[in-house]
């Protein structure tokens, strides 16, 4: 995988996710009690041997950037290669710019493109998760000599599994993709894509001039899809656990999901670890009036009151008497003596006063905002 | 030029050979303490805090696990351009060479490291303590009471104090008298192992001890004695927060068990003054639906099915379905199976307690009943075994093989 050039593409849609995403790209939000979304693709790139990666950022990127840093974390605050954040061009600062796609964006970036040594490209969305090593992917992708690689999961139809906005790929029995849609309403299941596509550099290259070429720029409808039969698209199938974040509703059952003792085990190890940011926090504290169970709790909490079917992120502090159910509790935050929530996600730095009652139903989640005092 | 006003050096050589099989094959201030931490992470952490960017870490015993902990400084911020983290262990010279003959022989022997900043102040520090102090606070006293050497000092109890190296001191808080373990303490004040000293006047005591071939090369025993002989200005610093130096396994238990106290005396969870250490990749615990924690402390990684109460648990550990874990100190990636029954023991880093052992939960005589059981470093532990309190385990055990207290050894 040394000859892979990872990019990283942040253009994703973060409509249904506002509450959480209005100070920061979807990216930068914090998931599983101690990452923020981002991680996992970019462990997974590194796991598996990809040592050049550029992030292509949208907006309101400080969060992300405060995050990654010199990407140390990740291995690669590196002399040669390592990550590179890849920012908008200059317009999109400017009142009345129209946003274009990708494209116009990796067109704004073909100095990194052409500088780095790698001959083949895996570029990816951040906001589907999952644990994969790439290697056998790649190894597809050569040996069946394909021009682009499309990777997927076969997902069950089930009216439980909702996918909004999720992109179908259709294959022969050899894996050629036949047909691929970016689907605007909500499905239950199929062959799903994970929006991540292996391809020589020269082809992404060629793809973005021709695209840009005609006022086209979007990378997977423009670039990929309507050119299906042009170029040999294959497909791969992923077969792990995969969830898709690009709801509140998505979201939520994302973390919840990792309150299965499997998938929270091959989420975060079955090709290797996921890195984070360290935050050197002791360990997590359970006092004497502490009631835990079925909860995934992260170090420098103090709980001393009763967590029931939550996700409690570093740092947060349940004073006696709270009760926490079925609840996403971000870093820092503060929830007040006897203080009642159910179905309540709590952005970081938030404070919940004493005797509270917050109290959603299971198909509303409430999203409490960064910062706020209750 | 790099100057430096003062070199901090870490004396991290000792085998604690009183914390027996925790030390088998590490130094002590590679020990595991406090759900993540080692013991060097203490002294390491304040001199970060306390804004020391040049550190020289001292070493002899079983080294290769504290240097690779250590690394090149990064966790505490120690990788610098100038400055930084050094570790220093005992080197062979063009004429001779030879190990480390005592504290300050190995103090001696890196005078030349120490020159390379040209210091003012030497802060000497032991590896294996636990406290959180700021010692620039220490520097900056002395300085304002132009001392030749201060001694950080600690209170302890009257019955405990012939332990330690206690000062009698004036008034003033000038040190009169240095007693190394009294048999009749005349004072509480002990020495907590942390000296500031002026390092030219040092360096030429540390000249003539070196010369001396009766001293035993000790900074306790022969450099703080000979300097008060002499009458050089020697001032008591008092430090009035947590200190603990876990020489043995039942102090090592202890200190972990202080952190499960409503109100620690030692406060991890202040965000202003964190103390560093490696952190593990692994992801938040998880407490399933059938476990239950209480009082207690866990670190990332760990899987819980079962009950614990009272302990002190590492990163990455699983406990099985119907596990009872209760008083006791679990280091990293430890499995303990189904149905195991736990109370006041040690389990070392990796060991595997398979399903229905009872470690610690029964007595073969009558007075084992305070004892800690210790299950040393990766040892196998078979289904169904029973090992009793106070019996130290360091190599696997068969199964149903009733185990007597020392026959492992």
Request: hydrophobic share 40%.
């Amino acid at each position: 995988m040394k000859d892979v050039l990872g990019i990283i593409n942040l253009h994703e849609n973060e409509e249904l996710l506002r509450e959480i995403t209005r100070l920061r790209p979807l990216a930068a939000v914090p998931f599983g009690g101690r990452y923020r979304i981002i991680d996992f693709i970019l462990s997974n790139m590194v796991n598996s041997g990809i040592s050049n990666v550029g992030i292509v950022v949208k907006q309101q990127y400080r969060s992300l950037m405060d995050h990654l840093r010199s990407g140390k974390e990740w291995d690669l605050a590196r002399k040669r290669d390592g990550l590179f954040i890849l920012p908008p061009p200059d317009h999109v600062h400017y009142a009345n710019s129209i946003y274009k796609g990708d494209l116009e964006h990796l067109h704004n970036q073909l100095d990194f493109l052409n500088r780095s040594s790698q001959q083949y490209v895996l570029i990816a969305s951040s906001h589907i998760l999952y644990n994969m090593d790439f290697g056998e992917a790649f190894q597809f992708h050569l040996d069946k000599e394909a021009d682009i690689t499309v990777l997927y999961k076969d997902e069950p139809v089930s009216p439980e599994n909702r996918f909004s906005l999720a992109t179908v790929v259709a294959v022969n029995s050899d894996g050629r993709v036949t047909d691929m849609g970016i689907k605007t309403g909500r499905i239950h299941g199929g062959k799903i894509g994970l929006e991540a596509f292996i391809m020589s550099k020269k082809l992404l290259l060629q793809i973005t001039e021709d695209c840009v070429s005609r006022g086209e720029f979007d990378l997977a409808k423009e670039g990929i899809i309507k050119n299906l039969s042009r170029y040999k698209v294959y497909g791969f199938g992923f077969k792990g656990y995969m969830a898709k974040i690009n709801s509140i509703q998505a979201y939520y059952q994302a973390n919840m999901d990792l309150l299965n003792p499997g998938i929270w085990y091959e989420l975060f190890n079955k090709s290797g670890p996921i890195y984070t940011k360290v935050k050197d926090e002791a360990a997590a504290n359970y006092r004497e009036d502490a009631a835990v169970s079925n909860s995934m709790v992260a170090n420098g909490c103090v709980i001393e009151g009763q967590v029931v079917n939550s996700i409690v992120f570093r740092g947060v502090r349940v004073h006696r008497g709270a009760v926490i159910k079925n609840c996403i509790i971000m870093q820092n935050s503060e929830i007040g003596n006897n203080a009642v929530l159910e179905n309540v996600i709590c952005d970081k730095d938030v404070k919940i006063t004493a005797d509270k009652r917050l109290i959603s139903d299971k198909n509303y989640i409430m999203v409490i905002e960064k910062g706020m005092v209750v | 030029m790099r100057v430096k006003e003062c070199v901090a050096m870490i004396l991290a050589g000792g085998q604690g050979s009183r914390l027996g099989v925790l030390t088998n094959t590490l130094a002590k201030p590679a020990v595991f303490f406090g759900g993540k931490y080692r013991l060097i992470d203490f002294s390491l952490s304040n001199c970060y805090n306390s804004g020391f960017d040049t550190v020289g870490v001292l070493t002899q015993y079983q080294p290769l696990e504290l240097h690779s902990y250590i690394g090149i400084g990064s966790p505490w911020d120690l990788d610098r351009r100038t400055g930084g983290v050094f570790i220093l262990p005992p080197f062979v010279q063009a004429t001779g060479g030879e190990w480390y003959k005592g504290t300050a022989n190995s103090i001696y022997q890196n005078a030349g490291f120490i020159d390379q900043y040209f210091p003012e102040y030497v802060l000497v520090l032991s590896g294996d303590h636990i406290y959180k102090m700021d010692y620039s606070l220490m520097l900056k006293f002395h300085k304002e009471t132009q001392a030749d050497a201060t001694i950080a000092v600690v209170e302890v109890p009257w019955k405990e104090a012939s332990r330690f190296g206690i000062m009698d001191t004036s008034p003033d808080g000038r040190i009169v008298e240095f007693a190394e373990k009294p048999a009749n303490p005349k004072n509480n004040l002990a020495s907590m192992g942390v000296y500031i000293f002026s390092w030219e006047i040092l360096k030429s005591y540390l000249d003539s001890d070196d010369k001396n071939a009766a001293s035993s090369h000790d900074f306790g025993k022969n450099v703080i004695p000979a300097m008060l002989n002499d009458g050089r200005k020697m001032m008591a610093y008092a430090f009035d927060g947590y200190w603990k130096d876990v020489g043995t396994i039942e102090s090592l238990w202890e200190a972990n068990m202080d952190l499960l106290s409503d109100k620690p005396q030692l406060d991890l969870y202040n965000k202003q003054e964190k103390v560093y250490s490696v952190n593990p990749t692994s992801p938040p615990q998880l407490i399933a639906a059938s476990g239950k924690v209480k009082c207690s402390l866990i670190s990332v990684g760990c899987l819980i099915f079962g009950e614990v109460e009272n302990s002190v648990l590492f990163s990455g550990i699983q406990i099985g379905p119907g596990a009872v874990v209760k008083n006791s100190v679990i280091m990293p990636r430890a499995k303990i199976g189904a149905g195991v029954h736990i109370e006041k023991a040690i389990i070392g880093p990796r060991a595997v307690i398979e399903d229905g052992c009872r470690v610690g939960c029964d007595k073969s005589q009558a007075d084992d009943e305070d004892k800690i059981t210790v299950i040393g470093q990766q040892v196998l532990v078979s289904a169904g075994t029973i090992v009793p309190n106070g019996a130290v385990v360091d190599q696997p055990i068969m199964p149903l093989s009733r185990f007597t207290e020392g026959g492992a050894e």
